[in-house]
């Protein structure tokens, strides 16, 4: 009977794709592969978005301010144990999926169980809401290291701007798990056995990251879509604080749900702190497919990356070299090219000034004055969303305003995230591409 209620279900959906309903991404994230590092460093393919300085070839640059809140703590395994995570959504629907995505070279997992529900408070979920996910008709599922799963469609009626958990039974030893560091929502770690049904998990373990999620889709209208917002730190949400959806990506999907021309179309958060533009493996130019153009429905793309490029290289830090302005360019122009491709719609942010911050230096501060010139004025992007007009100090404009709250001047706090979010023109999102692909 549940095999059958599974392909009578999977049958609405393809007769809705038919009338010209589609899946598009509600939320999404991006999964990295966690690995041991030699003591008294952290994770290798998840750095500190504001690292330690090293010595720097610019004598004035100094110490900067120290971060609000702490890089969250790694986790080297789970064993026989159920993790809830919570996502909050941007547009609603009623009929939903998840998707899975192991990091490569990650070990194979073996999926025990898993469960999607409207979460309440805490770790505690609406039992009313609490529907098992399965995957190909199985409610088990191996998923191998690179790969990706995709669930059955479920029937559950997601409201926009609501909090969704989904809870995996994790049988067996993972070892060290794919994961996204910065979730800014708490993760739960269960005692032994499979709670992916429980009302709520108590004297459990918590952490502030996610786990193999990397997407929730809702089936929606042919006129709904999504936009990726692709880049680093500041578009994950790092110095914001936990449990109160501050990031910009977040401020921007609440915005849209409040105005009806746009309340139809998704927002996906693609950001990796500590991310560069250039660079092996989980650099932008690296993962712009599976982090991006993967999710459904994407019709915009909006690139906010290019700090890190500029200060790991003004450090000397090791294998990073000194960037210039048309290096960085050059980069942005393969992510338009590549996307424009696809028929997506590219959209460019100016880096936020980061004067007063540990690796601040005059010649790095020259190539984000270059780079975010062009941004403005290249004609390159579809559209220009000046970030950095929208948080600098008038008085002083290589550091944030007061209002942006920086602790680190590198990261806006809370109200530097909304200044952000509220200062994207919303009818980018509605007119029509200015060229013809």
């Known amino acids: ?78 064993h026989n144990q159920t993790v809830r995570m919570v996502a909050h959504t941007s547009v609603g629907g009623s009929t939903v999926r998840i ?55 479920v029937n559950l009626k997601v409201p926009a701007l609501a909090d969704v958990a989904v809870s995996l039974y994790l049988p067996g030893d993972i070892g060290a798990p794919a994961n996204h560091l910065f979730a800014l929502h708490t993760t739960w770690l269960s005692k032994e056995g499979d709670q992916t049904s429980a009302p709520e998990i108590t004297g459990s373990e918590t952490r502030e990251s996610y786990y ?71 650099s932008a130019l690296a993962r712009l497919e599976h982090d991006v153009l993967s999710h459904p429905g994407v019709k915009w793309i909006t690139v906010m990356e290019g700090i890190n490029d500029i200060t790991g290289g003004s450090r000397g830090l090791p294998n990073v070299p000194q960037i210039k302005a048309e290096t960085l360019i050059a980069a942005y122009r393969q992510i338009i090219n590549t996307a424009h491709a696809r028929g997506i719609q590219v959209i460019g942010c100016t880096m936020t000034p980061y004067g007063g911050a540990t690796p601040f230096n005059e010649y790095g501060e020259s190539v984000r004055s270059a780079v975010n010139q062009w941004i403005r004025t290249g004609g ?53 591409p200015k060229r013809t692909r």
Request: charged share 15%.
């Open 1 to 78: 009977m549940k095999t059958l209620s599974v392909l009578m279900l999977t049958a609405l959906c393809a007769a809705a794709q038919t009338s010209g309903d589609h899946w598009i991404a509600t939320w999404g994230t991006s999964q990295q592969l966690y690995r041991a590092a030699p003591a008294g460093r952290g994770p290798v393919a998840t750095p500190a978005p504001a690292p330690a300085p090293a010595p720097a070839p610019n004598p004035a640059a100094g110490r900067g301010p120290a971060r609000r809140f702490p890089i969250p703590p790694a986790l080297q395994t789970l």
């Open 99 to 153: 998707r899975l995505q192991n990091a490569l070279g990650a070990p194979t997992v073996s999926i025990g169980g898993a469960h999607l529900a409207l979460r309440t408070k805490g770790s505690a979920i609406d039992p009313a809401t609490d529907r098992a996910v399965t995957f190909s008709g199985n409610a088990t599922a191996t998923l191998y290291g690179g790969a990706t799963l995709v669930s059955d469609p």
């Open 212 to 282: 193999w999620l990397a997407g929730i889709d809702v089936m929606a209208p042919a006129s709904a879509g999504t936009v990726v917002t692709f880049g680093d730190s500041i578009t994950d949400g790092d110095q914001s604080s936990n449990e109160t959806n501050s990031m910009w990506p977040a401020v921007l999907a609440a915005r849209l749900q409040k105005n009806k021309a746009t309340a139809n179309i998704g927002v996906v958060n693609a950001g990796i702190s500590g991310n560069r533009v250039l660079g092996d493996n989980q």
């Open 380 to 432: 390159a992007f579809d559209a220009v969303i000046d970030f950095d007009a929208a948080t600098r100090d008038a008085k002083d404009p290589l550091r944030f305003r007061p209002e942006a709250d920086s602790p680190d001047m590198l990261h806006p706090g809370d109200a530097g995230y909304k200044l952000m979010g509220d200062a994207i023109d919303l009818s980018i999102f509605t007119r029509a």
